[in-house]
């Protein structure tokens, strides 16, 4: 069974940080591109981070440019957040899809979903 699963969330002060885990099991032919997007009740969901196969690529949000890095070990992926603040509150989600999606940042072209993960940063 394809699945993705999240840890790492949790109630962290602004200014703290925090690194989420992904764990992907995925039996596609592809190399497939690891990203991560959160989203808050009410709201569309919003790319943060992905990350190519080989891990040599790597694309960010505008919002989290220079505080959060993506990065990967085969089938793990890992979101460290630094310099969290109170607007970073979110479920985060990590999803898998093609490789063409890596720099598109929208969420329908990827494919597998993991449940999410709360992050919440209190100020």
């Known amino acids: 069974q394809e699945q993705l699963a999240e840890s790492g969330g949790g109630l962290v002060q602004a200014g703290g940080s925090l690194r989420l885990s992904c764990r992907a099991s995925?039996?596609?032919?592809?190399?497939?591109?690891m990203g991560w997007f959160r989203q808050v009740p009410g709201k569309e969901r919003e790319f943060v981070a992905s990350?190519?196969?080989?891990?040599?690529s790597t694309y960010y949000g505008d919002s989290v440019k220079g505080r959060f890095t993506i990065s990967r070990d085969n089938a793990m992926s890992y979101l460290q957040m630094n310099s969290l603040k109170p607007e970073d509150t979110a479920a985060y989600y990590c999803?898998?899809?093609?490789?063409?999606?890596?720099?598109?940042?929208?969420?329908?072209?990827?494919?597998?979903w993991g449940q999410g993960t709360q992050v919440t940063v209190s100020s």
């Open positions: 990350i190519s196969w080989s891990g040599g």
């Open positions: 995925v039996r596609t032919q592809y190399a497939y591109v």
């Open positions: 999803a898998t899809g093609p490789p063409y999606v890596i720099s598109r940042g929208l969420a329908h072209e990827y494919e597998l």
